[in-house]
């Protein structure tokens, strides 16, 4: 059964850094684009990254671009989300997701979702 598995949250102090794993199975990812989302209590799901499937090309919300780098490791099956500069409105718990195609800062259609991982940035 094809699944992705997100790790790599946790508490970080505003300025920090988290690396964001997205690993998959049963699934291989160099023939998906993978987006990364993040959803906060109380506010909509937003878009922050996604990675072609295709040149690996990639897109970044404004509110992340400078900060967030998405990557992919083909032999590892995995795509990361680096997180640098964190602040505290980055506190949200992030899901990936893969598709066909990116579209923006998401994939369409969206074919598997995480369980997601929390990312909490606070003094």
């Known amino acids: 059964q094809a699944q992705l598995v997100e790790s790599g949250g946790g508490l970080v102090q505003p300025g920090g850094s988290l690396r964001l794993s997205c690993a998959a199975s049963?699934?291989?990812?160099?023939?998906?684009?993978v987006a990364w989302f993040r959803q906060a209590p109380g506010k909509e799901r937003e878009g922050v990254s996604c990675i072609s499937s295709v040149g690996d090309n990639t897109n970044y919300a404004d509110s992340v671009k400078g900060r967030f780098t998405i990557s992919r490791d083909s032999a590892k099956n995995t795509v990361y989300l680096q997180m640098n500069n964190l602040k505290r409105e980055d506190t949200a718990a992030y899901y990936c997701?893969?598709?066909?195609?990116?579209?923006?800062?998401?994939?369409?259609?969206?074919?598997?979702w995480g369980q997601g991982t929390q990312v909490n940035v606070a003094s």
């Open positions: 049963g699934l291989t990812l160099d023939y998906y684009s």
């Open positions: 997701t893969a598709g066909a195609v990116c579209a923006g800062v998401g994939v369409r259609p969206n074919d598997y």
